[in-house]
């Protein structure tokens, strides 16, 4: 889903907010003087929103993006209406410290888009060939998350049998301890272990997607992995599928505060600090750049002047080197950004001519 950056929408007069739920939904509709005129409770399934919906003028519906905000939002359009659809996390912010219950929530969001849509941060959702190859990447995501609880789960059993594992790769690690593990646990662990076999298989699998989706529709994924040292297939493509389009950003500065990279500020009078990162935008993308950044700042990180920046920045104590992983993530997403917009090739040390960096 992206950011719509105008907010801009067509005066309607009535507003209807919907807390989407799981089951049910609770509606509340404005007037075009603010006034509540009807408060309802519906199934969140197609016919229970279609009923709804149909029976109101074209009117500005208000939902918060999640899981069932695509097909809603989509249905919503189709019966004539316009479907304002708001950034999670700023709903969160705004609502801060009032009462909570889902019709006060359905009321906010119809009030929120009523008096300033801009304050909602709207999201566009993506088209469909972009949420689908997103999907791929989200489930081998799934299946390395629950690898590596099992992988967890075998060394534990075996270190509370007073034995250890050894240490080695996670799409070998099936076949590296199958002979280290004792007798009397076997029983136990031959079958969780017949299971990551299987779960490293599929994950090979989608990897080897993920490398056709490159090739065979994203020419710009191609050029940045191709780039950047610890900027794989995988960071490359969700770059690129999360983003969906430079000329998004005026500034390749814009995507670090848009993935949630950039501290918080807090100022009050005379006094000012800074906070932790705003942690908006794209939580599974952030991460991405995160695991970027330690391969760029670990013992297998090319020289680069990123590096060099970074392991700078990371002398001193343990939060130094937690910020300093967080900077290069950003300066990473900025770095992406301006490589995808120019089409440039990426210079790592851009202060040494070219037969200093051979030799």
Request: charged share 25%.
């Given at each position: 889903m992206k950011d719509s950056s105008t907010g801009v929408m067509e005066t309607y007069e009535l507003t209807v907010g919907i807390d989407l739920g799981d089951k049910y939904s609770q509606v509340c509709v404005l007037d075009g003087e603010g006034e509540v005129i009807e408060e309802a409770r519906i199934a969140t399934t197609q016919a229970g929103l279609k009923r709804k919906l149909s029976g109101l003028e074209p009117s500005l519906v208000v939902i918060e993006v999640g899981t069932h905000s695509r097909w809603v939002s989509a249905l919503a359009e189709a019966l004539g209406h316009s479907c304002l659809v708001a950034n999670a996390y700023r709903v969160r912010r705004l609502a801060e410290g009032e009462d909570k219950s889902d019709k006060l929530d359905a009321e906010a969001l119809a009030r929120f888009a009523r008096s300033?849509?801009?304050?909602?941060?709207?999201?566009?959702?993506?088209?469909?060939?972009?949420a689908s190859d997103l999907a791929v990447i989200h489930s081998r995501h799934a299946l390395v998350g629950a690898r590596t609880k099992l992988i967890n789960h075998v060394r534990g059993l075996v270190k509370s049998a007073g034995g250890r594992l050894p240490s080695c790769d996670a799409d070998y690690f099936h076949?590296?301890?199958?002979?280290?593990?004792?007798?009397?646990?076997?029983?136990?662990?031959?079958?969780?272990?017949?299971?990551?076999?299987?779960?490293?298989?599929?994950?090979?699998?989608?990897?080897?997607?993920?490398?056709?989706?490159?090739?065979?529709?994203?020419?710009?994924?191609?050029?940045?992995?191709?780039?950047?040292k610890g900027v794989g297939p995988l960071i490359s493509l969700a770059y690129v599928l999360t983003l969906e389009a430079p000329e998004r950003f005026r500034r390749s500065r814009d995507v670090g505060p848009y993935l949630g990279l950039t501290p918080r500020q807090w100022?009050?009078?005379?006094?000012?600090?800074?906070?932790?990162?705003?942690?908006?935008?794209?939580?599974?993308?952030?991460?991405?750049?995160i695991q970027g950044a330690h391969h760029i700042l670990g013992p297998r990180g090319k020289d680069s002047d990123l590096r060099r920046w970074g392991l700078q920045k990371a002398q001193g104590s343990k939060n130094a080197k937690r910020r300093a992983i967080v900077a290069v993530a950003r300066k990473l997403a900025v770095l992406l950004h301006r490589l995808w917009r120019s089409g440039e090739a990426y210079q790592p040390l851009r202060g040494e001519p070219a037969g200093a960096r051979a030799a």
């Amino acid at each position: 889903m992206k950011d719509s950056s105008t907010g801009v929408m067509e005066t309607y007069e009535l507003t209807v907010g919907i807390d989407l739920g799981d089951k049910y939904s609770q509606v509340c509709v404005l007037d075009g003087e603010g006034e509540v005129i009807e408060e309802a409770r519906i199934a969140t399934t197609q016919a229970g929103l279609k009923r709804k919906l149909s029976g109101l003028e074209p009117s500005l519906v208000v939902i918060e993006v999640g899981t069932h905000s695509r097909w809603v939002s989509a249905l919503a359009e189709a019966l004539g209406h316009s479907c304002l659809v708001a950034n999670a996390y700023r709903v969160r912010r705004l609502a801060e410290g009032e009462d909570k219950s889902d019709k006060l929530d359905a009321e906010a969001l119809a009030r929120f888009a009523r008096s300033d849509p801009r304050l909602l941060k709207p999201i566009q959702h993506r088209g469909e060939q972009v949420a689908s190859d997103l999907a791929v990447i989200h489930s081998r995501h799934a299946l390395v998350g629950a690898r590596t609880k099992l992988i967890n789960h075998v060394r534990g059993l075996v270190k509370s049998a007073g034995g250890r594992l050894p240490s080695c790769d996670a799409d070998y690690f099936h076949r590296k301890v199958a002979g280290c593990v004792p007798e009397g646990l076997r029983p136990a662990v031959e079958p969780l272990l017949e299971i990551i076999a299987e779960h490293s298989a599929k994950i090979a699998a989608y990897e080897a997607k993920i490398e056709t989706m490159i090739e065979e529709r994203y020419a710009e994924a191609q050029h940045l992995k191709r780039q950047v040292k610890g900027v794989g297939p995988l960071i490359s493509l969700a770059y690129v599928l999360t983003l969906e389009a430079p000329e998004r950003f005026r500034r390749s500065r814009d995507v670090g505060p848009y993935l949630g990279l950039t501290p918080r500020q807090w100022q009050s009078g005379g006094q000012s600090r800074q906070l932790g990162i705003s942690k908006a935008g794209n939580q599974y993308l952030r991460w991405l750049l995160i695991q970027g950044a330690h391969h760029i700042l670990g013992p297998r990180g090319k020289d680069s002047d990123l590096r060099r920046w970074g392991l700078q920045k990371a002398q001193g104590s343990k939060n130094a080197k937690r910020r300093a992983i967080v900077a290069v993530a950003r300066k990473l997403a900025v770095l992406l950004h301006r490589l995808w917009r120019s089409g440039e090739a990426y210079q790592p040390l851009r202060g040494e001519p070219a037969g200093a960096r051979a030799a």
